[in-house]
């Protein structure tokens, strides 16, 4: 079935540093891959998505691309901000439900 | 957009109570989802609408637990004779049929404790 791995947190940054947080995927047919992001108490926000392969999402300095070839979707950020502390959600879609990582929490230093 | 709300953010109850969660979603949204997710964990789909017809449950919700759409608007998600392991964020989300653009949105959470 399909299944979303994400790089186990938590994972600790000082603020400019370069992000990156793995995440790794299973899937039969062409799903839609996403990140969310989490704060504390809160829900889930919609971080960025892509819908194909080779395809760039990008939000807030954010990006991933979705490589077929290496089933990948890699979160990066070239420099990290104090309020980028959350935790991070791979995610695909299915038919109609989404099958999430388990998240990598980052924290970043001042 | 006002978004996704859900009621109560917070419930506390003793363990063999019933409690019920509702979710408003985004206004135009025809699908609608709900999930669970525990401490250091993903959300796990339980149970998805099309208008109000419910169309799959997942094997996570037990006889205990019973979700309705009745007017294709919002939704109550309730659970019987609740027990400590049901301690949990309950998610609802909700979208738009848009193959696959389909984006589901979030709504903040009811956070359930069972004592």
């Known amino acids: 079935g399909n299944s979303v791995t994400q790089m186990e947190g938590p994972v600790t940054l000082s603020e400019e540093a370069f992000l990156t947080i793995n995440c790794t995927y299973t899937?039969?047919?062409?799903?839609?891959l996403f990140w969310y992001v989490q704060y504390p108490g809160e829900g889930l926000q919609l971080l960025l998505k892509?819908?194909?392969?080779?395809d760039k999402g990008s939000n807030k300095g954010f990006e991933a691309t979705y490589r077929k070839e290496t089933t990948s979707f890699h979160l990066e950020k070239g420099s990290v901000q104090v309020s980028d502390s959350a935790v991070y959600f791979c995610?695909?879609?299915?038919?109609?439900?989404?099958?999430f990582g388990t998240g990598t929490r980052l924290k970043v230093l001042a | 957009d006002t978004g996704v709300s859900q009621n109560p953010r917070h419930k506390i109850t003793k363990r063999g109570q019933n409690v019920t969660f509702r979710c408003d979603p985004i206004?135009?949204?025809?699908?609608l989802y709900w999930y669970r997710q525990t401490l250091g964990q993903g959300p796990e789909f339980l149970t998805y609408?099309?208008?109000?017809?419910?169309?799959?449950k997942s094997r996570l919700l037990s006889d205990r637990f019973s979700a309705e759409r009745p007017k294709g608007s919002f939704s109550t998600l309730e659970i019987q004779r609740t027990e400590q392991g049901d301690s949990a964020m309950y998610l609802c989300?909700?979208?738009?049929?848009?193959?696959?653009?389909?984006?589901?949105?979030f709504g903040p959470g009811t956070r359930l404790l069972v004592l």
């Open positions: 899937a039969t047919g062409y799903p839609s």
């Open positions: 206004s135009e949204h025809n699908r």
């Open positions: 995610a695909l879609s299915g038919t109609y439900k989404y099958i």
């Open positions: 609408f099309q208008n109000e017809a419910q169309l799959e």
């Open positions: 892509a819908t194909k392969a080779d």
């Open positions: 989300a909700s979208s738009l049929d848009g193959g696959s653009q389909e984006t589901q949105y």
